[in-house]
């Protein structure tokens, strides 16, 4: 069932190595068939080095398990919140990446510094804050799903395509798997310049918003004109 779909979420989480957005099995790629309303998911624990298409987890928008002999990822009820609130998305992954993940750890959000942040991220990437024991213990992975998409009721999903959670790391999306990934790699990226920006120097100030302004809307909306015409 949807082999095609696991197979587009197979090679996006082998993506994930390739980049070196990943330690061991610190990380994991979904996408959804909107037709069927079912959710492609990598499995629990599985190291990428054995990971084949046909270990791909089939599940339905409840959590249910589909199709598939192993267990999903632990944070499939994350993802699965994101397609429930975002219907414009088709991909969505979480890592442990080292970069984004220090700014989580350290509770801040990642301040838009230069044009390559602007290009692909509109505005600051938001740290949310960390959830209450009450929400842990009720349902982990859910309620952090729930707090990612409570917070994007009032902010642009699709302009801001990723989110760190304090004290635990990043979770981004895209039109597909595959650009979920992509997003991934250039939060990181941000990331790492981000934090380097502010070791050169302690008193860097964000970019202006014209400048920020322009990065973007050259690569996105009505008015874009970065790249080749189709």
């Not at 249910?64 to 969505?92: Q, R």
Request: aromatic residues 10%.
């Amino acid at each position: 069932m949807l082999e095609q779909l696991k197979q587009i979420v197979y090679e996006a989480n082998m993506l994930l190595p390739k980049h070196h957005m990943v330690t061991f099995t610190w990380g994991n790629v979904s996408g959804i068939d909107r037709e069927s309303g079912l959710v492609a998911i990598k499995p629990s624990g599985v190291p990428y080095e054995t990971l084949r298409p046909e270990d791909i987890v089939l599940v339905d928008l409840e959590g249910n398990v589909v199709e598939g002999d192993l267990n999903p990822s632990t944070d499939m009820p994350s993802h699965v919140e994101f397609y429930k609130a975002f219907p414009k998305i088709g991909g969505a992954v979480h890592t442990h990446s080292p970069w984004a993940t220090s700014w989580a750890q350290a509770g801040r959000s990642i301040p838009c510094y230069g044009t390559t942040h602007a290009d692909y991220l509109y505005g600051e990437v938001p740290c949310l804050r960390v959830l209450t024991a009450e929400e842990i213990d009720a349902g982990y992975e859910k309620n952090t799903g729930i707090l990612i998409t409570e917070y994007f009721k009032d902010h642009d999903y699709e302009a801001m395509p990723a989110v760190l959670c304090k004290n635990h790391g990043p979770f981004c999306w895209g039109k597909t798997p595959e650009d979920a990934v992509h997003n991934a790699i250039v939060l990181e990226e941000c990331a790492k310049m981000a934090a380097r920006a502010e070791l050169i120097n302690p008193k860097v100030a964000p970019a202006p918003q014209h400048l920020q302004d322009k990065h973007y809307t050259r690569k996105h909306g009505p008015n874009a004109y970065y790249g080749q015409r189709k």
